[in-house]
């Protein structure tokens, strides 16, 4: 079992940067694939990036891509998710996730989650 803790939502304007933390509790979060999801008011939650295991691979959705980077720790058992030059479209409440299943694919469920953290950028 992994519980996950976000933190570093916030307000922003738009242009601005924000870094998203993912605490894990326990060392078996080094050897899970993580992701960052976002759901925005009245939409679905979707996938805007993954990362596996060892950090090797990294996926990213095409909203976010050369904007967002994501990172982990595996010594901290903490991910990152560091979002640049931010939108407005990009408000959402954000989450972090982790699975045990490390087969890379885009089809891969998510076992564990966090409670989520807002982001909100302004105008």
């Known amino acids: 079992q992994v519980q996950l803790v976000e933190s570093g939502g916030g307000l922003v304007q738009a242009g601005g940067s924000l870094r998203l933390s993912c605490a894990a509790s326990?060392?078996?979060?080094?050897?899970?694939?993580m992701g960052w999801f976002r759901q925005a008011p009245g939409k679905e939650r979707v996938l805007v990036a993954r990362?596996?295991?060892?950090?090797?691979?990294?996926w990213y959705a095409d909203s976010v891509k050369g904007r967002f980077t994501i990172s982990r720790d595996n010594a901290k058992y903490t991910g990152y998710l560091q979002m640049n030059s931010l939108k407005p479209e990009d408000t959402a409440v954000y989450y972090c996730?982790?699975?045990?299943?490390?087969?890379?694919?885009?089809?891969?469920?998510?076992?564990?989650w966090g409670q989520g953290t807002q982001v909100t950028v302004s105008s």
């Open positions: 326990g060392r078996t979060f080094s050897s899970y694939t």
């Open positions: 996730a982790a699975t045990r299943n490390t087969r890379w694919d885009l089809s891969v469920k998510f076992d564990y």
């Open positions: 990362m596996s295991w060892s950090g090797g691979s990294t």
